[in-house]
């Protein structure tokens, strides 16, 4: 009895240690660019992670969720650090609620019209207090 114990154990010891876990979650990656990432050239084609844009350009966004999003809106929200503003140092320029038409992700665009520090955040909507994704970026002049 005391080797049909030991030889249990052994194995339970042996197995890696998520086995007894759930599959770890992925989480939702964002990608910033200058150009469209729904126009794709070929499978191999990567799209390239973004962090200046120059004034009045357009800045798309993709989201993907590998688990999908729980609903069917999201929230994002562009502020731009600003060291004029006396309450934490940051002033909201878009706050913007749109429908997801795919599960897994989304692609958007905006434009901003002054140079700086910004940083974009996406919310799915049932939960309002923790992003799902977040990104800094810099506009600068032409």
């Known amino acids: 009895m005391k080797k049909i114990i030991a030889i249990f154990i052994l194995t339970l010891l042996s197995l890696p240690s998520y086995a007894f876990f759930w599959k770890k979650k992925e989480k939702p990656s964002l990608f910033l ?6 126009i794709t050239i070929s499978y191999d084609e ?11 350009r357009r800045i798309y966004f993709l989201i993907y969720n590998p688990e999908g999003f729980k609903s069917d ?25 749109r429908k997801v038409n795919n599960k897994n992700y989304y692609i958007d665009y905006f ?3 002054e140079a700086g ?3 974009l ?7 309002l207090h923790h992003w799902i994704a977040f990104a800094h970026f810099i506009v600068v002049e032409e």
């Open 121 to 127: 955040q996406i919310f799915d909507i049932e939960n």
């Open 73 to 97: 809106y999201i929230k994002y929200q562009v502020f731009k650090q600003d060291d004029k503003v006396h309450v934490g140092g940051y002033s909201r320029i878009r706050n913007i609620t």
């Open 33 to 38: 660019s200058s150009s469209n990432p729904s």
């Open 111 to 113: 434009v901003l019209s």
């Open 46 to 56: 990567k799209i390239n992670n973004e962090d200046i844009f120059k004034i009045r």
């Open 117 to 119: 520090k910004y940083g």
